[in-house]
Structure formats: structure tokens, C-alpha cells
């Protein structure tokens, strides 16, 4: 690493590991002479470089109690009881009130005899063998160095210090004992080689400002070497969900093709979200294990009478239209249930019915709902668009305007599949091809509504309709394989989604 891309900073913490080895932030502050935040700074930068390395360490720290405080100034009071009686030989017992207060007199016996310095013989004190040859017992020791150097780490004592901070740790207010994390910094082989080039000390301009331009004194300062290696702050700006920016881009190419963006209830009579669409009040669909019917409110009102009585009629033998309809009694109760709208195509049929002049191009997109069991690919609740082009239009049109759509939507390969849906006739269904998994993959339907939709509505034009769930797109553009990820109050998966 060159010198030039160094902070002054990282060049002093540098110099000081080469002459300390191994050291902690307090060591290279004392080494260096700068602040302690300017070290740990520098640190982070140079263990990102790999000139240093970092290890932390978990230690106990060893601090003065207030008692302690007061018996490194005094002595303990087995060591001020134990000098009397180096004086004198022995003594009784009542002696040792004259320097010692009743507490302590208590506590200098018990200690006295468990260190092995005295024992009592008939109210008298007298020291042991061990006793007049003792000077000064591991755990004064101990007291004297917490004195000094405020706070010792555990892992810095030898055995006997140990010991005797067990020892002290046992004796009210004496120490205190507490779990502490400090670190080590060393030199890699690149940070010792980087020594060895020769690090020079001198002012340098990391940043220009008003200051230094205006007074001119960069004129002879040297700039800092800019890295563009040099990690940089994670930002997390705001965005759109994901799902959301699949919605607006699609609102934007349907706008751009010419299209009118239209909106429905969610909540939905059964007639404009299957009777209208000539589905059959028998079909499996209607059950309440693909629907969600509402309770509140129950019923909900039909349009006027005579679109009603014409969707009757071309239910029960097929009205005008020169079909033979489904051949059974039609019910307006069961038209009036209110249900969640299981597509958005009950909100383009609603259109339809308003009698607009044709031609007329529009949109939908919004929420839907199926009675579906939640799994990694399916959900009670998810979005749909959907589009309509009606007027002296035809098959070949359709085609047409999906391609481009899905071009637009940045599928280069679009193919077309005969399909069957209940209210379009031809219906087909549409795939794309996904250049990076080499395959095919069904994106939408599409179809020309029946004449048992339209001409109840009094429209006698073709009306183009298709439409798409959005979630599958989502998924496959996220690159998600569970459905249900679209949803969790994930924020790390949000933050690092890509934008689409």
C-alpha cells in the first residue's frame, strides 16, 4: 500500500504498532499522541485496508470498593491488628479496640486466623510461626496495584493475584468485579510491509473548504491521495415496494399505449362479478370455496331492470344473441349477494354498461379475492390488471396489442395458446420466454367477450379483453420462490431488493 493513500492518522497508529507490537487503543493514544475517537477511527480504516487486525477480547476488570479505597489508606485490619502485634509479641484481645473499631476488630480476627498470621490462646493474641516472618500478604499487594493503576484486568494477574482477588471479592465493598471487552490491534504482513516502504508524518488536505481556499493556504499543502477503493457508508434511500413499482410501470404502458385508467368496489354483487359476465349461478367458482361472500351487507342492488331482465334472458335461453344460454331458471336473489370481487373484470363490465361511445380503450388495475389456501404460490388476496379495447376491432388486433405490451414489459419472445375462459370466445393464453431459464412461462389470458356479455349491455362491437396477476410477475422478476416473501415486513429484504 502506498504511504499517499494513507490518513496522517493511519500513518501515526502505524508507527506506533511498529514500535509497541501488539497494543490496545489506550496504548497507541499514549504512543501517538493523538485523541482516543481519532485512533479507533483510524483503526476501523486500516483493519479495512488489511494493514492491521483487529481482536477483541472479553476480561473481567478489578476496581476499588469505597471499603477498599479506605484500607489501601489505613491498611486492612487483620495487617493494622498484625502490626500491634509484631510490636509487641502478643496481646489481649481488648488491645485492638484502641486502633481498630468494632467491626473491624471482628473482621481482623477472622482474617488473621484464616491467612494463618495469629492465633488466640485464653483471650490473648499471638502470633504464628508464619506470622513474624509475613510482610505484606498477595491481596494488599493486589489493593496497592488497583490503587495505582485504577482498574487491573483479570488476565493480567499471575495465579497468586488471582487468588487473592477471590479472596477480596468475598469481603464487603472491597472490589468491584465487573465483565469488560477490550481489543488488541497488531501489523499484518501488508501493514509491516507497508512500514517498511517508509511512512512520512506530514499535514495533508483530505477536504477543501471555503476556509483553506479563501486564505489560500492550499497553495502549499498536499492533497490526500482520493481512493476510490475506500468502502463507503451504506445508504438506504426510500423507495417503492416492489410489487408497487410493477403496478405503476404497467400503469405507465397502458397510458402510454392510449388507454384511460378505470376504477370498481372491491366489495361486488354476484351480478356484475358473474352474472354479467354470463357465468353460470351453478358454477363451481360461485361456491363459497372460491368466493367470499360478505355478511354485512348481505344483499347488495342490481343495475336497472332492463340490463337485468336481458342478462336473465340470455342466461335462460340465450335472448337475442342466437345462443341457447344455460337452459335454467335464473335468480335475482342469488345475483344480489354481496361478495369480495374475485377479478377486476367486474369493474370493467360495470364500464361497459355505463354506455360509453365507442371506441373505447381502458384499464384496471387493483386488489382481488379467492377463497385460496395460503401456500408459497397462492394467496386469498392479490392484485390483477386487466384491459379492454372495444369497437371495430378483431382477433388479429388483439394479438397485436398484447405483443406489445409484453415487449413493452421487456419480454422479447411473446406466443399465443388456444385457451378456454367462461365469458370470451376465442379465449387463448399468453407466453413469454425467459431468456435466462431457457424456457417458456404462461404471464396472462385474453379473448373476445361472448355475445352473451356484450349485447345485453346493448354494445354489438367486439371488445378485446386480457389481463394478468401481478404477484407472478413480481416473482418472477424478483426471482422469489414463495409468494408470500411479496408480503412479510421483511425490512432487511426491502432495503436490499433491487429496484426494478
Not at 342 to 358: D, F, K, P, Q
Not at 387 to 406: E, T
Request: overall charge neutral.
Amino acid at each position: 500500500m502506498q504511504q499517499e493513500e494513507l490518513h496522517r492518522h493511519e500513518k501515526l497508529v502505524l508507527k506506533a504498532l511498529d514500535r509497541l507490537g501488539m497494543a490496545s487503543p489506550e496504548e497507541i493514544v499514549e504512543d501517538a499522541g493523538i485523541e482516543f475517537s481519532s485512533v479507533n477511527r483510524a483503526v476501523s480504516w486500516l483493519s479495512l485496508k488489511g494493514v492491521v487486525e483487529v481482536e477483541d477480547f472479553e476480561d473481567k476488570a478489578i476496581e476499588l470498593g469505597e471499603e477498599g479505597k479506605v484500607y489501601v489508606e489505613k491498611g486492612l485490619p487483620e495487617r493494622r491488628a498484625f502490626e500491634l502485634l509484631n510490636k509487641k509479641g502478643e496481646i489481649e484481645l481488648k488491645e485492638l479496640n484502641s486502633i481498630l473499631s468494632r467491626d473491624e476488630v471482628t473482621i481482623a480476627l477472622g482474617w488473621l486466623k484464616r491467612k494463618n498470621l495469629a492465633v488466640i490462646d485464653s483471650g490473648v493474641l499471638k502470633p504464628t510461626d508464619n506470622g513474624m516472618k509475613e510482610r505484606e500478604t498477595p491481596d494488599e499487594e493486589l489493593l496497592l496495584s488497583v490503587m495505582k493503576e485504577g482498574r487491573l484486568l483479570e488476565s493480567t494477574l499471575n495465579p497468586e493475584l488471582k487468588q487473592a482477588a477471590e479472596l477480596l471479592k468475598g469481603r464487603k465493598n472491597v472490589i468491584r468485579i465487573h465483565e469488560v471487552s477490550h481489543r488488541k490491534i497488531r501489523l499484518t504482513e501488508k501493514g509491516r510491509k507497508t512500514i517498511k516502504q517508509g511512512i512520512k508524518i506530514e499535514d495533508e488536505i483530505s477536504q477543501l473548504t471555503p476556509e483553506i481556499i479563501k486564505n489560500g493556504t492550499w497553495k502549499n499543502m498536499k492533497f490526500r491521495r482520493y481512493s476510490i477503493n475506500t468502502p463507503a457508508p451504506e445508504l438506504l434511500p426510500a423507495k417503492l415496494h416492489p410489487l408497487r413499482e410493477i403496478v405503476e410501470e404497467i400503469r405507465w404502458i397502458f397510458l402510454k399505449m392510449g388507454f384511460n385508467e378505470i376504477s370498481g368496489p372491491m366489495a361486488e354483487s354476484a351480478f356484475w362479478n358473474f352474472d354479467a359476465l354470463f357465468v353460470p349461478q351453478d358454477h363451481p367458482a360461485r361456491e363459497m370455496q372460491d368466493t367470499f361472500y360478505l355478511s354485512n351487507p348481505e344483499k347488495t342492488e342490481i343495475p336497472s331492470d332492463d340490463i337485468v331482465e336481458a342478462v336473465m334472458n340470455a342466461h335462460e335461453g340465450g335472448w337475442k344473441t342466437g345462443s341457447r344460454g344455460w337452459r335454467y331458471k335464473w335468480s335475482r336473489e342469488k345475483a344480489m349477494a354481496s361478495v369480495l370481487r374475485t377479478h377486476t373484470t367486474s369493474t370493467t363490465i360495470r364500464y361497459l354498461a355505463e354506455g360509453h361511445e365507442l371506441p373505447v380503450k381502458v384499464f384496471s388495475l387493483g386488489r382481488v379475492f379467492r377463497n385460496e389456501r395460503i401456500s408459497f404460490k397462492h394467496l386469498p388476496e392479490f392484485h390483477q390488471c386487466e384491459g379492454i379495447v372495444a369497437g371495430d376491432v378483431g382477433f388479429s388486433h388483439l394479438l397485436g396489442i398484447l405483443k406489445k405490451f409484453y415487449s413493452t414489459m421487456g419480454f422479447s419472445q411473446v406466443r399465443f395458446r388456444p385457451a378456454y375462459f367462461p365469458y370470451t370466445e376465442p379465449s387463448l393464453e399468453v407466453d413469454v420466454f425467459l431468456e435466462d431459464k431457457g424456457k417458456w412461462m404462461e404471464l396472462g389470458g385474453a379473448g373476445i367477450f361472448r355475445p352473451e356479455v356484450t349485447e345485453p349491455l346493448g354494445i354489438h362491437k367486439p371488445v378485446l379483453a386480457w389481463g394478468l396477476g401481478l404477484e407472478r410477475l413480481a416473482m418472477l422478476r424478483l426471482g422469489l420462490k414463495d409468494i408470500r416473501q411479496l408480503y412479510m415486513s421483511d425490512l432487511n429484504w426491502l432495503r436490499r431488493v433491487k429496484v426494478i
